[in-house]
């Protein structure tokens, strides 16, 4: 069957759902009914979802949880995370409950410039072209003044443009490299609109230099984009306290604990295949807080990743030391969040989200998000040096497998017990349950 179509964006919802449950579906009307299950009953609601991308068919769930218990800088704060992972959000209410009484979590922001580009390709004499950005370097700043406007009341704006000779990389390549301050907004379209007019006034100014050649003039710019790597966009987020007071249920040494953590962390710093999952459990916090409050998950992990290996060489990007008897652990990574702009005031779980984080700056989200990240990467090392990652993990994952084989509430409530007691798997549920209907 053929199954290539044209003009599949102007059909209504309807008819995409019904073209494609007859194109791929053994039984187009169940299908048909399990898309439309998860259509919201409030059809306001269901328009807007339907409208934040093309081709809309249906809904697609991810739990929305909450971590209580976060002392942050002297506050409580309850986060709010979306995401599919069992054991994420109950390994970060543990962890916050955890430092909850050990001091909590200590963050600032270290500094928030964002970075956009203009590539452009310039055949001539660089000297010129070096002239020539610097007499007309004002009239970038001048014919963005109707997009800046807005932003310099709020306290940002373009903050500087330089040129880059990139001719070192690639043949004639040079940039505009422009670094924004883009206060509450994640600042996407701002920078973007700016480079476009840039990349204009650049074209423009270039036509009438009368220094430049026929050939220099003729600038070719190849795109203007924003950079999704903010490495002078950083937050840190750190938790401490004498090693004693890490003693607990499953640290009944805690000096032999710390140094244990400390060895991991240091595993991770220079083994980049452990670094990866090192910092997969960041993220795990990182992108849950992310998803919730409405901001761009994939920017900030490509971000992110570029920023664990800007030494070379894929790194942790968190670290911990013992220093006179204290345990210290604490990372520091790039974000470029918003809380103003985008889905913030367009999606209502996420308006939800941020009314419960105290409707905060961007700073503080970046705060919160860090914060997550670091809790989870404890739990997550804390588990690894003692009991293992299984235990907790499984313990989570046993509601997904009890519904995988969909067990009826009394096998539920004896598969729960007798698990309480032994090891959890797929392969022992099972087992459990057969035996059970036998
Ligand atoms: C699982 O989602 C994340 C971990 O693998 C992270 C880690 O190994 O540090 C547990």
Redesign the pocket.
């Given at each position: 069957m053929n199954k290539a179509i044209s003009g599949f964006s102007k059909l209504s919802k309807e008819e995409k759902i019904k073209w494609i449950a007859n194109q791929y579906f053994s039984t187009p009307t169940e299908a048909v009914a399990l898309l439309k299950n998860y259509w919201n009953s409030d059809e306001k609601i269901q328009k807007l979802h339907d409208e934040f991308i093309e081709n809309t068919i249906t809904n697609f769930y991810i739990p929305l949880g909450v971590a209580p218990n976060f002392l942050i800088n002297g506050k409580y704060s309850t986060i709010p995370m979306a995401i599919e992972?069992s054991?994420?959000v109950a390994?970060a209410a543990k962890a916050a409950k955890f430092w909850s009484t050990r001091g909590g979590f200590k963050t600032t922001v270290i500094n928030t410039e964002k970075i956009g580009q203009v590539h452009f390709i310039y055949k001539g004499d660089v000297t010129k072209l070096n002239l020539f950005f610097a007499q007309n370097k004002n009239k970038f700043f001048s014919e963005t003044e109707s997009i800046t406007t807005n932003m310099q009341k709020r306290g940002g704006g373009i903050l500087d443009i330089i040129l880059k000779d990139k001719t070192d990389l690639l043949p004639n390549y040079f940039q505009l490299h422009a670094t924004f301050e883009t206060k509450d907004s994640m600042g996407a379209n701002f920078i973007n609109s700016c480079l476009e007019q840039f990349s204009k006034t650049l074209k423009e100014e270039a036509h009438h230099y009368d220094l430049f050649t026929e050939t220099e003039k003729d600038i070719e710019v190849v795109m203007s984009i924003l950079s999704n790597y903010v490495p002078n966009c950083i937050v840190r987020a750190e938790v401490s306290c004498p090693i004693a007071d890490l003693e607990e249920k499953h640290i009944l040494n805690p000096q032999e604990f710390a140094e244990k953590f400390v060895q991991?962390v240091q595993i991770?710093e220079v083994e980049p295949y452990?670094a990866v999952?090192?910092?997969?459990?960041?993220m795990?916090g990182v992108d849950a807080v992310v998803l919730a409050t409405g901001n761009d998950f994939r920017a900030v992990e490509a971000g992110i990743h570029a920023y664990a290996s800007r030494n070379g060489k894929y790194s942790s990007l968190s670290h911990a030391k013992i220093e006179n008897g204290i345990f210290t652990f604490w990372l520091e990574i790039p974000l470029a969040v918003g809380t103003v702009g985008g889905l913030t005031s367009l999606h209502p779980l996420v308006k939800l989200s941020l009314e419960m984080l105290e409707k905060p700056s961007a700073k503080e989200l970046m705060q919160f998000i860090a914060v997550a990240g670091l809790a989870?990467?404890f739990?997550?090392?804390r588990?690894?040096t003692t009991t293992g990652?299984q235990e907790g993990?499984m313990k989570m994952h046993l509601n997904n497998i009890i519904n995988q084989l969909e067990a009826t509430e009394e096998e539920r409530i004896l598969i729960q017990k007798y698990f309480k007691r032994n090891t959890i798997s797929h392969s022992a549920v099972v087992t459990f349950i057969e035996n059970l209907r036998k």
């Open positions: 992972e054991s994420v390994a991991a991770a452990r999952t090192h910092n997969k459990g960041i795990n989870q990467n739990a997550a090392l588990s690894l990652i993990h």
